[in-house]
């Protein structure tokens, strides 16, 4: 049976499109030479944090407003979310990071050092203040990828490589330069270490006016700790100086870090357009689903909505650009 649509791109923007498409009836082609997600694609080095809130301090409006749909989504897709919030945090010489963070940002409330100890007994004797975000969430991407392929996988559709069949869309990140010429690399390094001896339940965003750090737990003593922000479409080679500073804020942080156990170093370019905002483009009878930036996890559910609701039912997308 021939394909309705071919998605070109098994990251997070194309299998949430697939998802997406699948669900409402439409007969999918998934394609992509890599095969199945992995550490050749910044989906597999994202943070997973579902924080609309957070993002808000520096993001456009459309991204806190069409982020808050995400949890819910990924939570329908059968994807294991931790609902328990997000919280912010500044060292001493840096307090004025965080009421800056604050009148940035919504849906926050601060917590003084005995409710920051209630929540994270870890942080309530190093932190006095801190920012509560309790309507965010948090997902483990490379467990929500697997997800996303078997639930593919068990309605037929399997990632392959061979022929487009019918509308081709492309959701291939930076892969799509060679079309979308406004379209570069925001370059992300970041660590993933096991750290028995400390315990967080929910990702911990630590202010500084250069280097803003977040941790991500991942379970059993495992955190992702993330990221740069280099303007660069470099895919490769972490350097020593973004290593040493993740580290060194991490150790900052809480000092049982500096005992942590390095797993994997990582590194990738995100796609984004000059505005930082994805969209949806049509070009030469092609529909690309791109520009994710830092919030792949975040904003795919809602990429893939608007573009399943413009194929299937005809309405235009709110982040469209035509350029047939």
């Not at 982020?67 to 010489?93: C, F, H, I, N």
């Not at 490589?161 to 990140?173: F, M, N, P, S």
């Amino acid at each position: 049976m021939s394909a309705d649509f071919t998605i070109k791109g098994a990251g997070v923007a194309g299998l949430c499109v697939a998802t997406e498409l699948a669900r409402r009836g439409a007969r999918v082609r998934v394609l992509d030479p890599n095969g199945a997600p992995g550490a050749h694609g910044c989906s597999w080095w994202a943070g997973g944090m579902l924080a609309p809130d957070c993002e808000g301090e520096v993001a456009e409006e459309p991204v806190v407003r069409l982020g808050r749909e995400a949890a819910a989504w990924w939570q329908a897709q059968g994807v294991e979310v931790t609902y328990k919030g997000s919280l912010v945090l500044a060292l001493g010489r840096d307090r004025q990071e965080l009421d800056r963070f604050a009148r940035r940002t919504e849906n926050h409330r601060l917590l003084d050092r005995d409710a920051l100890a209630e929540l994270e007994p870890d942080l309530g004797e190093r932190f006095g203040r801190a920012l509560f975000m309790d309507a965010e969430a948090h997902l483990n991407p490379r467990a929500a990828l697997a997800d996303l392929v078997t639930l593919l996988s068990e309605q037929g559709i399997e990632i392959s490589t061979g022929a487009t069949e019918g509308q081709v869309i492309d959701c291939r990140g930076l892969g799509a330069r060679d079309s979308l010429t406004d379209l570069r690399g925001v370059k992300g390094e970041m660590v993933v270490l096991r750290a028995p001896d400390v315990s967080f339940d929910r990702p911990i965003r630590l202010l500084h006016p250069r280097f803003p750090l977040y941790i991500v737990p991942r379970g059993d003593g495992v955190f992702m700790l993330g990221a740069t922000q280099l303007e660069s479409g470099e895919r490769t080679r972490a350097t020593v100086r973004s290593v040493m500073e993740l580290l060194n804020t991490a150790y900052a942080l809480h000092p049982a870090f500096g005992e942590a156990e390095l797993l994997e170093i990582g590194v990738d370019a995100r796609p984004a357009f000059p505005d930082n905002l994805p969209r949806i483009t049509s070009l030469n009878g092609t529909l690309y689903v791109n520009g994710l930036f830092r919030h792949g996890y975040l904003l795919a559910p809602a990429m893939a909505k608007m573009l399943a609701d413009y194929v299937l039912d005809g309405n235009t997308p709110e982040l469209w650009k035509d350029t047939a």
